[in-house]
């Protein structure tokens, strides 16, 4: 079946370095690839996506590259921060009965160490 | 603008017990759904609701059932619950998931006993 596998489940870089999570999927027919944050006790926020025919997005600190031949996608962070320490989840998607399903990874704890 | 409001936020149930989750939205979104995250499983897709009056199966719907009776409203039942179904539940809408991805809310912390 679909699946998204997400490496590493934890990462531990200290404060200012650069952190870089990995995700692979499985249906080359996924178009869509969201990222999110989830914070202690919170729900997953949306940080940043992009789709298939985006090679590489970035919102400041934050970017995500995909490599579609590859079936992989990125985020990376870029001099981290504290605040930054999260569960993050990145997620493929595609349209099937009348909406876009999501396939989320298994998530990478992030600790910024100060 | 409250977003995505879920209640309750926690629970205890004991086996064999009914509830409800109630999930709400102010963002006029077609789209909802409900998740649940365990851990090391990631978030998984229970059913979900592309608008009002209209329900399906996700990846894990057995011991679950929905209603979208208003656009504002999905609700999540349970109607014998069982302690497999220890876990936190999460709703999201969405207006163009395939575009802006998804809103969640807060989550409920479900404990079966």
């Known amino acids: 079946g679909e699946n998204v596998e997400q490496h590493p489940s934890t990462l531990s870089v200290q404060e200012g370095d650069s952190a870089v999570i990995k995700c692979t999927y499985s249906?080359?027919?996924?178009?869509?690839f969201p990222w999110y944050k989830q914070e202690l006790g919170k729900g997953p926020q949306l940080i940043i996506d992009i789709r298939s025919n985006v090679g590489e997005k970035k919102d400041q600190r934050i970017a995500v590259t995909l490599n579609k031949t590859a079936k992989h996608f990125s985020l990376h962070i870029t001099e981290t921060q504290p605040e930054d320490s999260a569960v993050y989840f990145c997620?493929?998607?595609?349209?099937?009965?009348?909406?876009?399903?999501?396939?989320f990874g298994t998530g990478t704890r992030l600790k910024v160490l100060a | 603008n409250a977003g995505v409001t879920q209640t309750p936020k926690f629970r205890v149930l004991k086996t064999g017990q009914s509830m409800t989750l109630l999930c709400a939205q102010d963002m006029n979104h077609e789209y909802m759904y409900w998740y649940r995250q365990d851990p090391g499983m990631g978030l998984r897709l229970i059913h979900y609701s592309v608008g009002e009056g209209t329900t399906a199966k996700g990846e894990v719907p057995d011991g679950y059932n929905v209603s979208r009776l208003k656009k504002q409203n999905f609700l999540l039942g349970l109607e014998s619950a069982a302690p497999s179904q220890t876990s936190v539940y999460f709703c999201?809408?969405?207006?163009?998931?395939?575009?802006?991805?998804?809103?969640f809310g807060s989550g409920t912390r479900l404990t079966v006993v």
């Open positions: 997620a493929a998607s595609k349209q099937a009965s009348g909406t876009y399903k999501y396939i």
């Open positions: 249906d080359s027919a996924s178009n869509y």
């Open positions: 999201a809408s969405s207006y163009l998931p395939g575009l802006n991805g998804y809103t």
